[in-house]
Nanobody, 126 residues
């Protein structure tokens, strides 16, 4: 099992920045990739970004490309999501997820991720 804990959410004005963290514990050696998703009220869970657990390959949703940056620190078993130039439409609960399969990378399908954190709220005011 892998446990994921997100942190760093909060309230920020439009144009501001936040950095989310996702700390992984447990059988982290089984992780192939990590992803960030978000879910706004009344909407489906949406892919944001993904990164290989041990590599530099990254992918982003078009809606966040150029504004968000995903990174990881393997020594700390932590993945980050730096969010800049935030917009009100970025408001959502943000979840990190872990994928054990190398054959699926990169994937934006939430059903293909094996473990999930509890989520952290990000609210962007206009």
């Amino acid at each position: 099992q892998v446990q994921l804990v997100e942190s760093g959410g909060g309230l920020v004005q439009a144009g501001g920045s936040l950095r989310l963290s996702c700390a992984a514990s447990g059988r982290t050696f089984s992780i192939y990739a990590m992803g960030w998703f978000r879910q706004a009220p009344g909407k489906e869970r949406e892919f944001v970004s993904t990164i290989k657990w041990s590599g530099s390959s990254t992918y982003y949703a078009d809606s966040v490309k150029g504004r968000f940056t995903i990174s990881r620190d393997n020594a700390k078993n932590t993945v980050y999501l730096q969010m800049n130039s935030l917009k009100p439409e970025d408001t959502a609960v943000y979840y990190c997820a872990a994928d054990r399969s190398s054959s699926r990378y990169p994937t934006d399908d939430p059903y293909e991720y094996d473990y999930w954190g509890q989520g952290t709220q990000v609210t962007v005011s206009s």
